[in-house]
Nanobody, 124 residues
Framework: QVQLQESGPGLVKPSQTLSLTCSVSGDSITSNGDYWSWVRQSPGKRLEWIGAIAWMGSTYYTPSLHGRAKISRDTSKNQFTLQLDSVTPDDTAMYYC????????????????WGRGTQVTVSS
């Protein structure tokens, strides 16, 4: 059973950098064929895929964030991290980490594994 747990600050000020960590248990983030994604959902909106890091370390991002997102990993801790620069109130959302066999995740598929999410609010 794969478990994912998001952690990070619940409140971030505008223009700062948001950093979130996803801790994974039950599977290695280097397992062949797995993609590890960050996804968010704002109130009243659909799930928005932010980006992913693949088992071999390649990264993929949504163009809609204009290069503000960066995903990295620490294989010794079996964790991967999201950094989102220059946040604004529009970045307020529930942030999820997920494991999938696809790089892009826009819905919760039965074979995917998701964390419970962590609420991030951007406000001064």
């Amino acid at each position: 059973q794969v478990q994912l747990q998001e952690s990070g600050p619940g409140l971030v000020k505008p223009s700062q950098t948001l950093s979130l960590t996803c801790s994974v248990s039950g599977d290695s983030i280097t397992s062949n064929g797995d993609y590890w994604s960050w996804v968010r959902q704002s109130p009243g909106k659909r799930l928005e895929w932010i980006g992913a890091i693949a088992w071999m370390g390649s990264t993929y991002y949504t163009p809609s964030l204009h290069g503000r997102a960066k995903i990295s990993r620490d294989t010794s801790k079996n964790q991967f991290t999201l950094q989102l620069d220059s946040v604004t109130p529009d970045d307020t959302a529930m942030y999820y980490c997920a494991r999938s066999k696809a790089a892009v995740v826009v819905t919760k598929r039965p074979d995917d594994d998701w964390g419970r999410g962590t609420q991030v609010t951007v406000s001064s």
